[in-house]
Every structure is written in structure tokens, then in C-alpha cells.
């Protein structure tokens, strides 16, 4: 049985995890640099599986139409929502958004990040499992 969501409003998506990142994630440009963000994105969408079923390990098989809009800068605090799209019977597909608050400008946010990723469940062989079981 396949579950799809066509689109993830603000009301669909859930908190996944919150984080102020520190100078040693900067690039020589000043920014955060862009695998840090990666890997916060990998976490947030892991932390989504467990939601859908707790007793899964999950591994990443995908990171597509990932979108880098706007810079991350030190100091300021980042918000990464997830929203499945599609649970299929051993994939599950996550859009995850990063929502940065500017340490400067409180209370304005700004969506710096966008990624859809695909996460499959296995099992203790290495093997796709059925997501819900």
C-alpha cells in the first residue's frame, strides 16, 4: 500500500530538529558550508523515519532536488520540517525544508534549504524490509 502527499504545507510538516551552527561550520567565504546542511538534512529525515515506525533502521538510498536558496550564517537558528510524500512498501520519500531564523533580525525567517530524500528499511542482512511490520 502506497501513502502519497501532494504537498507540504506549513500545517503538514513537523519539526524534525534545531540547531545553531558555530564558526568551525564555515566555509573561507564565511557561510555554513553546504555538507554540514547535507548532514543535518540526512539526521532531520532519519529522525521522520522513526516517527513512521521506530523499530526500522533506515539508510539513505537518495538525496535528489536538493535546493540551496539562501546562506546559512553563524549564529543563526536553523529549523529543518519534514513531510512525507510517498511510503511505498520499503521506501519512504521525505521532503525536509530548512528554516533559518537570522541571529540578527528575530523572528524573521527565511527558507534557505529544500531536499527530497528517499530513505529504504532494512533489515539485520542489509536487505529491504516492509516499512510497517
Given amino acids: 500500500m502506497t501513502e502519497e ?4 504545507d506549513e500545517g503538514s510538516r513537523e519539526l524534525a530538529l534545531r540547531t545553531t551552527l558555530l564558526p568551525k561550520d564555515t566555509n573561507p567565504a564565511g557561510t555554513i558550508f553546504g555538507g554540514v546542511i547535507l548532514s543535518l538534512i540526512d539526521q532531520a529525515g532519519e529522525i521522520a523515519m ?13 538525496m535528489d532536488s536538493i535546493m540551496f536558496h539562501a546562506p546559512v550564517f553563524v549564529g543563526d537558528l536553523v529549523s529543518l520540517y519534514t513531510c512525507k510524500t510517498k511510503v511505498g512498501n520499503t521506501s519512504v520519500s521525505v521532503q525536509i525544508d530548512v528554516i533559518v531564523e537570522r541571529r540578527d533580525r528575530p523572528g524573521e525567517e527565511v527558507r ?22
Fill in 50 to 62: 522513526r516517527r513512521i515506525n521506530p523499530h526500522r533502521r533506515y539508510v539513505t538510498v537518495a
Fill in 112 to 133: 534557505v534549504t529544500e531536499a527530497n530524500v528517499t530513505y529504504v528499511a532494512i533489515g539485520g542482512d542489509g536487505k529491504p524490509i516492509p516499512v510497517q511490520g
Fill in 5 to 8: 502527499c501532494t504537498s507540504c
